[in-house]
């Protein structure tokens, strides 16, 4: 298209990839931080033993009082350090405390593993075991000034350090977190959730996206705004339409059930969201419901870009409005259709919005997505969690081999 | 196949009049939340004398004929067409048969128009069938569409004791006046949502400057300098897609916990331009690379650095594809959920989307959920209505982004 580009690699043409290279960099850093970095944690993590709250590595916390209430000036007191490890299973290693004492105090003893140097007290205390305490004492005389002013022994905080060893960066690893996501009973649901809910979801949204193109693609008054109107799905928030749909179909107070109830088609309401095999069909309608207006969006710009000699064409031949649909629009849909399909398999494959918001997981819903938060999350287990999602990446990977080589043959794409 | 217009008129009209009574039948149920039930092999039965009536007359004028006898059947227990409790008015019912009668029998003149009586050839056939799909497809897809907003607005004006009382009830009472409002005032003064409102336009502002000071330089770059790995850049740039946010959410979680960034808008505002920058540059240098190449080779001949040819040529050029690209990334960082839900603790910073998240619970009551919801709709839908070309364009191009 531009013009065309010598065969060797001059000075210029240097300059140039070296200056496309500058402006594009910013994107490659960031992309790869947020996008590169967690998906090789997400691997890592897969074969960790981690719960939530291994997030914080053990550490050694500190608490200072000040023992034996001097009340004049000659009173003995005692500093007391209490140094435990926040862990119960973790051990810390090289322990040290930091603490100043005020010059109001007088030192008498200290404790062997510390030193004094003027007023800065160093201690080093070694390994905890996890849920070590140790006790340190450093004995003291209260000066005249102690007294005068309203001095605390805790307005000098006392810095303990020690490191932790912390189990996302150990070569600890298990293959347990697989073990958990396969054996678990649930695990063929959340498959078979999973792929109901892509194939439904997505063939429905392309086939209504499909027929709204059709409706829209005639001249009628008012189309703009019946346009516009069916892209508020789209266009809204996930979370408002989601609930929306949830006090919509509220067994006690929505009113749909009051409908169906009234009507006699049902007896009783229904849980739409919450028993079993509503929730998955209603979770994929709200998906269809949602998701029509892309596909129509596509579908209708390829529609427009039609020519109409062709059907001008058909007309004059005499075919009637079903052969024209079927023998010249669909045709020239097709690509624009198995496109749609593509990326739609994929992306509805991938939602977790919508059924977290509308279900949580419930009542058999629970894709693999929503299984990643799950796990991670709510059961806190969060090498399960990254199991799963490394369990959708083996997905992914089989689709995107399956659809490349489909469209290779198909689209030569 | 010999094609009837008889037959199909029959069918034609049964099946609109079937739709046509459940329609009116919901919508007076909604309006007046009193019950109104349709029987559905009355109103077929009367459909398709309508489209017999009218094939043979060719006269709108039957709709008058057609009312007098709907309401004629009213006097008559399971012959009429919808059936109406008893707490409705004469007024109400005859009311409701009118409407009904009128929506059946115009647009199914409309369907009907090209048919005479007797044997049709294929294309009249499938013309009538057409126009019977294009009305039911339109009520069908803009009843499914509408509802769960008017829904939405509905139950926020309501009251807890309304709500349970008559779920049935869609009418708006107008006679509280200002005290329709009182979620809204309610949300505004006791749950902070004026704050989460400032938030999110503040988040979102930010998310599509940090967006486009990124893309723009790499669009140019993909679009215009030629460099090794262009072509594999500008098709392999929107795979990052195909990853699941809720898997990339995982590791951002741990990271940000780690880093402290966890509960901080400044985390909020560093991970949603990244969610975006692939699909605006990917619009992006779509829209570049149409822009004619020679204007700004002539800006360079005359000296002007590639940055000034990008700032005082290729920019302004751009500007109804910019323009696309920040509403339709301003759209995806207003409406984003799932980040914020996972990130954000603090309610002092929560974004609105967070905002409406947490009144999901059993204390806070329903309307002012739906309160949240409509707060959190209107600005987006407002700004989409406002900018429908922009948005359009750019919920096409970039709809490629789940």
Redesign the interface.
Known sequence: MQNAAPKTLGPLSRREARFAWTLLLPTILSVALVIVLPLMAIFWISFKPIALEDLRPASALVREQLRGKPKQSGDAAIIRYKIRNSSQKDPIFGVTLADEIPSSLEVITVDKRCSLKGKNLNCSLGAFEGGQRETLEIRVIAKQDYFGNNLKITDSIAKVTGRGENILTNFNFTLKNFVHVFDSAEFWTVIYATLFYTVFGTIGAIVVGLFTALLLNIDFRGKGLIRGLYLFPYVAPVIAVAFAWVILFDPFSGSINALLVQMGIVDTPINFFGQKPYALIMVTVFEIWRYFPLSFLFILARMQAIDVEMYEAADMDGASPFQIFWYLSLPTLMGILSILFLLRFIWTFNKFDDIFLLTGGSADTRTLTVNVYEQAFAVSNIGAGAAVAVVIFIFLLFFSIFFFRFFNREEGL | MSRNSYVLTLCLGGMWSIVISVLV??AM??LTGI?F??NLTNSAALGAIAGLLFLHFKSKSIIILFTIFACFLLEFPDKEIIWISEDATRLQKILTYTIYSMVLVLPLATMLKSLEPGKVD??D???S??RFL?GV??II??V??????Y??VM?SLKSQQE??L???N?GIDFSKGLGLFRSYYELFTDFNFGDYLWTSLLVSVLTVIITLA??I??A???A?????G?SV?SQTILL?????????A???Y??F??AGLRNTLIGIVL?Y???T??VA?YMLQGYF?GLP?EIEEAGLMDGLS?FSVIRRITLPLALPALASVSLYVF?IA??E??LAL?LLDDPAIFT??RG??SL?SSEVP?QH??A???I??LP??IL??AL?RF??KG??VG??K?
């Open positions: 039948s919901v149920s909604f019950a039930k349709p294929r294309f056939f499938e013309t069938i057409i294009i497809g339109f897809f803009t499914a569409v509408f509802i769960p907003f829904v939405m139950t709500l349970l008559n779920p049935l869609f990124f893309a330089p790499g140019y770059a993909v215009r300098l030629k460099f090794k262009r850049f990052i897609y195909m990853v699941p946010m809720i898997v990339l995982l590791p951002i741990i990271g916990s780690m991970i331009p990244v969610t920058i692939p540059l690379r190449a590639r759209m207003w409406n959920f799932l996972m609105l989307t409406v998240a999901d329903r959920l739906m949240g919801a409509v959190s709709t987006i839908l989409f209505l429908e948005m359009t919920l096409a709809g490629v789940g």
